[in-house]
T-cell receptor, first 113, second 116 residues
C-alpha cells in the first residue's frame, strides 16, 4: 500500500520568501509522486509529477520538487512566493502507474504582503 | 481550455434520500474517477470507470454507491440512501490515458454534499 504524509497543515510565508512544503511517502513499490494545488473555488490542478525519470521535477508557476529515495521525500519548493500562490497543496502517490492516487491531508499556504 | 465540470456545486439533502452528482468529463477522455474529501480529512479515491464498467473501487464504495455513464457526455455518482457520514466534497476527474506516464488527471471543482 502507498501513503503520503504532509508535514504542516498550514504554512505562512512572506511575499518573495522561499516556499517549502514537505511530503514524505511510504510505498512498497517504486512510487509515482504528485503535487496538486487547489485555488479557492477551483478543482485540483496538477503542479508536477515524478514518474521515475529525473529526480528533480519542474512544474508550473515556478514550483519544483525533488525525489529523494534515501529520505522517502518529495518536498515542494518555490524560491520566491507570490500572492497568487495562496492555495491548498496536496501531495499524492500511486504505486501502480495508474490514477488511483493516495493523497496527503493537504497544506494551506498563506502569503503575507 | 477543456475542463471537467460538476453539478451541483452544493447540495443539501436529508438523511436517507438519494443523491445524484453529475460530471461532464473532458470530451476525448476515456477514464473517469470519483474522489471525495470529508472536511478536514484527506482526498480519498472512490472509483475508476472505463469502457462502461468499474475498473477499480475502494472499500468506501459500497452498495450504496453506483456510477453510470448514461450518455456520451455525463458521468454520474449516485448515493442511494445518504448517511450523515457521506457529507463531503466529491471530485470528479478524467484522463485520456490510464497510466501516469502518458497523461494527466484533470479534476472538476467539486460538488459539496451536506447530509442533515
Amino acid at each position: 500500500a502507498q501513503s503520503v504524509t504532509q508535514l504542516g497543515s498550514h504554512v505562512s510565508v512572506s511575499e518573495g520568501a522561499l516556499v517549502l512544503l514537505r511530503c514524505n511517502y511510504s510505498s512498497s513499490v517504486p512510487p509515482y509522486l504528485f503535487w496538486y494545488v487547489q485555488y479557492p473555488n477551483q478543482g485540483l490542478q496538477l503542479l508536477l509529477k515524478y514518474t521515475s525519470a529525473a529526480t528533480l521535477v519542474k512544474g508550473i508557476n515556478g514550483f519544483e520538487a525533488e525525489f529523494k529515495k534515501s529520505e522517502t521525500s518529495f518536498h515542494l519548493t518555490k524560491p520566491s512566493a507570490h500572492m497568487s500562490d495562496a492555495a491548498e497543496y496536496f501531495c499524492a502517490v500511486s504505486g501502480n502507474n495508474d490514477y488511483k492516487l493516495s493523497f496527503g491531508a493537504g497544506t494551506t499556504v498563506t502569503v503575507r504582503a | 481550455e477543456p475542463e471537467v465540470t460538476q453539478t451541483p456545486s452544493h447540495q443539501v439533502t436529508q438523511m436517507g434520500q438519494e443523491v445524484i452528482l453529475r460530471c461532464v468529463p473532458i470530451s476525448n477522455h476515456l477514464y473517469f474517477y470519483w474522489y471525495r474529501q470529508i472536511l478536514g480529512q484527506k482526498v480519498e479515491f472512490l472509483v475508476s470507470f472505463y469502457n462502461n464498467e468499474i475498473s477499480e473501487k475502494s472499500e468506501i464504495f459500497d452498495d450504496q454507491f453506483s456510477v453510470e455513464r448514461p450518455d456520451g457526455s455525463n458521468f454520474t455518482l449516485k448515493i442511494r440512501s445518504t448517511k450523515l457520514e457521506d457529507s463531503a466534497m466529491y471530485f470528479c476527474a478524467s484522463s485520456e490515458a490510464a497510466v501516469i506516464n502518458t497523461g494527466e488527471l484533470f479534476f472538476g471543482e467539486g460538488s459539496r454534499l451536506t447530509v442533515l
